[in-house]
């Protein structure tokens, strides 16, 4: 799929923005501070309605919209052909009044799919994208937390039972939480009902676990290749997943129809509820569940050398690069469209040969916008395919 059309109303710098873009590669060129990042991060909101580094949505609203504006609100709205068709879709954030004496103004969201008003989980597959920030290197060097967060990013944008399953989870959880918390101030006894929410915490944390683990050994059979293509070398990367409990010996093959299915979730979630039963004093004086997707990690390991402890910032950059590309690869083998790909200062910090090895490789992507404060690192080839967009002030003009 590709982006055909954007407009931005007061997202970020831009007060006011409108293009059209082409399929290909997009150079957008420009100093510090210009909106470079804030144009990949208005087209990845598409995603999910969730940006892939602001805090809080609020972050987004214009800093003027919000301070002068009578009715400040943000607006972004793009159509993106895809196979079936073109789809429009629009996402609105309108500031509302403070809740509250000490309450921050909330933001109301509207989600419009074809003009047509929706719920921000129907919002998942509509534009899909795969996004590289720099900051993205704490995803190996980071804590568990993060890896978790783009595993399920990445799974909502195409496995909609995924989507499903997780926000059920994380509303089982929060519950199963407060229930344990409960146990341990001794403010109920209830056993009762946690065995209710044990029972849910095990189906939805099983069909997690097994569509996580199925989506990993498919990214790294593209991801392998892609990085020793990237790297240069001879060195293998591994994606390892280590969940926090591990009943049955997990292999990707269980799960390998085209939804995961019996026995493979069912054996899960029979031992999780198993190792809940024996946790349960220990969850009960930690008033909190110590087992479960929310838990789980995955190590990235290169010739079985453990990235996150003992990988130099150019293996782990390496690492990262070849995860994208091959989530690229991925997404499009399990949705037939290629994602809009987003490099954001892919280039700095890499050596020549990487350099050229990812320029080679990303020419194939449907399309893709590359972000760069010089765009002399781009070579003549590359160059020569592709738009260069100068980016000034909130403002954006194609070179001649
Ligand atoms: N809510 C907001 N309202 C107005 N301006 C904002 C808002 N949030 C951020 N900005 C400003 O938008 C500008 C563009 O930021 P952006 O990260 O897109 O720049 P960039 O071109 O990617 O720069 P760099 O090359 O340094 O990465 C910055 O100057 C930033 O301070
Ligand atoms: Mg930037």
């Given at each position: 799929m590709h982006l055909q059309h954007l407009a931005l109303t007061n997202f970020r710098n831009y007060r006011h923005f409108e293009a059209a873009f082409p399929p290909g590669a997009i150079i957008l060129c420009g100093r510090n501070g210009q909106g470079k990042t804030s144009l990949l991060e208005a087209v990845h909101y598409l995603t999910a309605a969730?940006?892939?580094?602001?805090?809080?949505?609020?972050?987004?609203?214009?800093?003027?919209?919000?301070?002068?504006?009578?009715?400040?609100?943000?607006?972004?709205?793009?159509?993106?052909?895809?196979?079936?068709?073109?789809?429009?879709?629009?996402?609105?954030?309108?500031?509302?009044?403070?809740?509250?004496?000490?309450?921050?103004?909330?933001?109301?969201?509207?989600?419009?799919?074809?003009?047509?008003?929706?719920?921000?989980?129907?919002?998942?597959?509509?534009?899909?994208?795969?996004?590289?920030?720099?900051?993205?290197?704490?995803?190996?060097?980071?804590?568990?937390?993060?890896?978790?967060?783009?595993?399920?990013?990445?799974?909502?944008?195409?496995?909609?039972?995924?989507?499903?399953?997780l926000a059920a989870y994380t509303r089982v959880l929060a519950q199963r939480n407060a229930l344990l918390k409960a146990l341990h101030d001794r403010r109920s006894n209830g056993a009762a009902q946690l065995e209710f929410w044990d029972g849910q915490l095990c189906l939805h944390g099983a069909q997690l676990l097994a569509r996580r683990v199925l989506a990993i050994a498919e990214i790294q059979t593209h991801a392998a290749p892609l990085h020793r293509e990237l790297a240069g070398g001879s060195a293998q990367l591994r994606l390892d997943y280590r969940p926090s409990y591990a009943a049955v010996p997990l292999q990707p093959g269980m799960f390998a129809e085209a939804a995961p299915a019996q026995p493979g979730v069912e054996e899960i979630a029979a031992g999780m509820l198993v190792r809940l039963r024996a946790l349960r004093a220990a969850e009960t004086a930690r008033g909190t569940t110590l087992i479960g997707p929310h838990r789980d990690e995955l190590r990235f390991m290169e010739d079985g050398v453990d990235l996150g402890l003992y990988g130099s910032r150019g293996q782990g950059r390496t690492a990262v690069l070849a995860l994208k590309l091959a989530q690229m690869a991925w997404m499009h083998t399990r949705t037939g469209e290629w994602p809009i790909l987003l490099l954001d200062e892919v280039l700095a910090e890499l050596d020549q040969q990487r350099r050229s090895q990812l320029l080679r490789h990303v020419t194939g992507a449907e399309q893709l916008l590359l972000t760069t404060a010089d765009a002399n690192l781009f070579d003549a080839p590359f160059r020569a395919h592709a738009q260069v967009w100068e980016v000034l002030a909130g403002t954006v003009q194609q070179r001649p």
């Open positions: 969730h940006s892939p580094q602001a805090a809080t949505d609020r972050q987004l609203l214009h800093w003027d919209a919000a301070r002068t504006d009578s009715n400040p609100y943000l607006k972004i709205a793009a159509e993106v052909a895809a196979a079936g068709g073109v789809r429009k879709l629009e996402v609105r954030l309108e500031l509302g009044q403070p809740s509250g004496a000490a309450g921050e103004p909330r933001l109301r969201k509207t989600v419009l799919l074809n003009g047509a008003k929706k719920r921000v989980s129907d919002m998942a597959g509509v534009v899909n994208a795969v996004l590289f920030l720099p900051q993205d290197m704490a995803l190996i060097e980071g804590g568990p937390g993060g890896r978790r967060n783009y595993l399920d990013a990445t799974l909502c944008q195409v496995d909609a039972a995924y989507a499903a399953a």
